[in-house]
């Protein structure tokens, strides 16, 4: 597998581990990558009929010309082999899947040279250190399995008192010189000939005692048809791994690795992409030698819980099945994997979501604390996921689809086939309740209301023009039994009555949509891109580095059981629970008296009655509010004003307003699409600038993406300061920018504030400020050498600039346009605001 083409290879592995890859049509790879994503092929277990002109025993391989075998023509076969006709090494295969992911287990990194002499940068005392912490090292492959693990998966370099100790280079590294060279050899060709070394040097046939074998080597060539450009590529369910350049230094990098021989699958992001979930270790997001604090997400903690491998209690697991009847709900606290040993088994750390097919839906909370502390992407959110297949059990491809904050929910539309909604909602998000941080969600099955077909636009019972001089501070507690015959516009000596009660519509109000959103297909659609690890028959690459975004209530994307809403918006609630056939209520009575005239438009000398037909309101008073109340005192107290007052009331009012709140836009039609929306929003205040991103770049790069990995650092301290970003020389490699950040409002201008250390920038060198909202980068502001000087710091600097009409979503960069690798631009905090007029 490559990161670049995202291309999966499946090899044959041979009784003594020696594997050849597999020659297969486009057809019969699709089919293989199927097969695993459904689990009906298990890597390192499940045989294939194959054909082949040349012996297939490893000694005949290591010296015949044949390097890869084929398959028959057609669909793939698999093999099903009885108990009575598996071999020893079968039966060690499958126990090793089985029984793997638990206890202590033994690694050896063996650093390769070949016969020209290349080999990876370091020696075998730091990478003895860097995996095992021989010397002390404190961030290595061994702290981080045994932090996420809480103690279940033990890595280590001790063997025992085994013959071949003193052959050891470093305690858990063997050298090896192979009698190849690495730029003339295909991939297949170089593992028989490493693991023949090892085999010559230590005595034993590969794995031998050894859980996980790690091959070191100097760097990939294409040779043969091998695709280079990944990193580093692991067997699923098996012992290999193989890793190239300095990748070897990183341990969430080596930990991913090693997660593909657990039978972990990889996992992707919101943008659909197979490695940019940077909530998991499986998406790759970490390429530091000393930051690691991170594990899985809940889709593999899930597995790693009941697939048999142990490392958390199955009592820590919720099943939520719906079934297929409305109605059903749980509510509770979540907890994330951070808090694992403090729950006591109070709280879930991952509920799953029972769809009736293999493509279930996972629910946890990612608290960016303890072993979780350095997790780049939605820390302290609700994440929200889906699995390729398997249930969640065995290797499959997992992806992101929604990351909440409290306030916030997602619906998914149409749910298991019913026409019906399932909504996940975040009522609170506590990180300050030592010793464990929880969310307290909600997830609910249907019946949801559906909107109207056309919403109206506003309430159609419409308060007075004007509000009146004496309106109650608070909403009453109860309204007056009976109206008056006339309302007037200005209040009689007494404190008035309210509105009279309303006749309803002469029309029932409109039909909802029979079934607002979409269905949702039952199987996987094809994918954007081949899903992107194989098992053994499949290695499996570790991805190029990206950064993660790090976007609040993202829409959900695409998937089977969802469509996707690409700029959510809230949807108008329905203008009855149900559609009525007849006018929704019968008139009330007209008033007991006949009115004294036809209501004015201005205000009266006099009340039109000498008193109030009834007894006032309870609490008269006071100034009268700013704005008229969103609905009469009649129908139930009032929460918010309305935006302003509504003009002249109907000629025949409705008996309740047409909508259950009013929209604050009313769609044309119904979405259909699955949305993430607020509950319950506040009014937003008119004229202030909001908040839409703090970057303090404490944990990494936080919501800022890499143009490159060269010419863009990120700095956990330097200067005096902590986290900090750096950019230097010229071009889009040089540049930090943000994803899209969705509009909740609208906006007329935006304002960055940000803090800058400029280094060695020249007499012509200068960085620039741009924005994008749709397609296109604008330039707002460059700032050039003969307005700063170099070695201090610019702290608050801050450069606004008008937004077009119409705009629902910004995204800011910063770039560098020098001469040199030492022109450097170094950055603390960004701002990010917008202006509501």
């Known amino acids: 597998t490559t ?161 071949w100790k003193n052959k050891l280079s470093s305690p858990g590294v063997l050298e090896v010189t192979i009698p190849v060279s690495l730029s003339t050899s295909t991939q297949s060709q170089m593992r028989i000939a490493v693991a023949k070394e090892v085999q010559n040097t230590l005595g034993i046939s590969l794995p031998g005692p050894f859980e996980h074998v790690a091959f070191v080597v100097q760097d990939c060539y294409s040779v043969g048809g091998d695709i280079c450009g990944w990193s580093a590529y692991a067997y699923i369910n098996h012992w290999l791994s193989v890793f190239i350049k300095d990748n070897w230094r990183y341990p969430a990098v080596t930990m991913h690795e090693m997660g593909h021989n657990l039978g972990l699958a990889h996992s992707g992001g919101l943008d659909g992409k197979t490695y940019t979930d940077h909530t998991c270790l499986m998406g790759n997001p970490l390429w530091e030698d000393d930051i690691a604090k991170m594990c899985f997400n809940p889709v593999k903690t899930f597995q790693l819980a009941k697939a048999g491998l142990g490392w958390y209690q199955s009592r820590h697991i919720q099943n939520f099945n719906s079934g297929t009847s409305p109605g059903t709900h749980w509510r509770g606290k979540i907890i994330g994997v951070a808090d694992y040993t403090n729950n006591h088994g109070q709280h879930p750390l991952v509920i799953k979501l029972e769809t009736g097919t293999p493509q279930d839906w996972f629910v946890g909370f990612n608290h960016k604390s303890g072993v979780n502390a350095e997790v780049p992407t939605a820390g302290d959110k609700v994440t929200i996921y889906q699995v390729a297949g398997t249930d969640g059990l065995g290797y499959s491809t997992s992806s992101l689809k929604a990351t909440l904050t409290a306030g916030k929910q997602a619906r998914l539309s149409n749910w298991r086939s019913t026409g019906y909604d399932l909504l996940i909602k975040v009522y609170d998000i506590d990180t300050a309740d030592s010793p464990i941080g929880s969310a307290t969600i909600a997830i609910e099955f249907g019946p949801q209301q559906p909107p109207s077909a056309r919403p109206t636009r506003e309430p159609t019972n419409l308060p007075t023009r004007n509000p009146t001089k004496l309106p109650t501070r608070e909403p009453t507690n109860l309204p007056t039994r009976e109206p008056t015959n006339l309302p007037t516009t200005l209040p009689p000596s007494s404190p008035p009555t309210p509105l009279p009660t309303p006749p309803p519509t002469s029309e029932p109000t409109p039909s909802p949509t029979p079934s607002p959103t979409l269905k949702p297909t039952t199987s996987t659609p094809e994918p954007t891109e081949p899903p992107s690890t194989p098992p053994t028959p499949l290695s499996t690459p570790s991805p190029i580095a990206s950064t993660p975004t790090n976007r609040d209530t993202q829409p959900l994307t695409s998937s089977p059981s969802m469509s996707v809403a690409e700029k959510p918006s809230p949807t108008p609630p329905p203008t009855t629970a149900n559609p009525s056939k007849e006018p929704s209520a019968s008139p009330t009575p007209m008033p007991s008296k006949p009115p004294s005239n036809t209501p004015t438009l201005q205000p009266t000398t006099h009340p039109t009655t000498a008193s109030p037909s009834k007894q006032p309101t309870e609490v008269p008073t006071g100034r009268p509010t700013k704005l008229p109340t969103l609905r009469p005192t009649t129908a139930n107290p009032s929460k918010r004003p309305t935006n302003e007052p509504t003009g002249h009331p109907t000629n025949l009012p409705t008996p309740h307003p047409t909508t259950a709140r009013p929209s604050k836009q009313p769609t044309n039609e119904p979405t259909g699409r699955p949305v993430i929306v607020a509950d ?122 008008s937004l077009p009409g119409g705009s629902s979503q910004l995204s800011i960069r910063f770039i560098c346009a020098a001469s040199s690798i030492h022109d450097d631009i170094i950055f603390d905090r960004v701002k990010l605001e917008a202006y509501i007029e």
């Open 3 to 163: 990161a670049a083409s995202h291309v999966e290879t499946f090899v044959c592995e041979l009784e003594d581990g020696t594997t050849l890859p597999i020659e297969t049509t486009d057809e019969q790879l699709r089919e293989l990558q199927d097969l695993l994503n459904s689990g009906r092929l298990i890597s390192a277990e499940t045989a294939i009929k194959v054909t082949s002109t040349a012996p297939l025993s490893g000694a005949a391989a290591l010296t015949a010309e044949q390097t890869s075998v084929s398959l028959p023509s057609g669909g793939i076969q698999l093999v099903q082999k009885s108990e009575d006709e598996m071999t020893v090494e079968d039966i060690e295969r499958r126990n090793r899947r089985l029984n793997g992911d638990e206890g202590v287990k033994k690694v050896l990194v063996v650093r390769v040279k070949d016969s020209q002499g290349r080999q990876v940068s370091g020696n075998h005392k730091t990478q003895s250190n860097k995996w095992f912490g021989t010397y002390g090292d404190q961030v290595t492959l061994k702290s981080q399995f045994d932090a996420c693990s809480y103690g279940k998966y033990r890595v280590s370099n001790d063997y025992g008192d085994v013959p």
């Open 680 to 801: 319950d929003p506040d009014p937003v205040p008119a004229a202030v600038w909001v908040s839409l991103l703090d970057e303090d770049f404490s944990s990494g790069m936080g919501a800022f993406m890499p143009g490159g990995n060269i010419d863009v650092k990120y700095y956990k301290s330097v200067l005096g300061r902590k986290g900090l970003v750096r950019i230097q020389k010229n071009g889009l490699g040089s540049a930090i920018s943000t994803s899209p950040i969705p509009f909740e409002h609208s906006y007329s201008k935006a304002k960055v504030t940000f803090s800058f250390y400029p280094n060695s920038m020249e007499r012509r060198d200068q960085f620039c400020l741009e924005y994008n909202t749709d397609s296109s980068w604008i330039r707002s502001k460059c700032w050039s050498r003969n307005q700063f000087s170099n070695g201090k710091w610019y702290d608050n600097v801050s450069q606004d600039f």
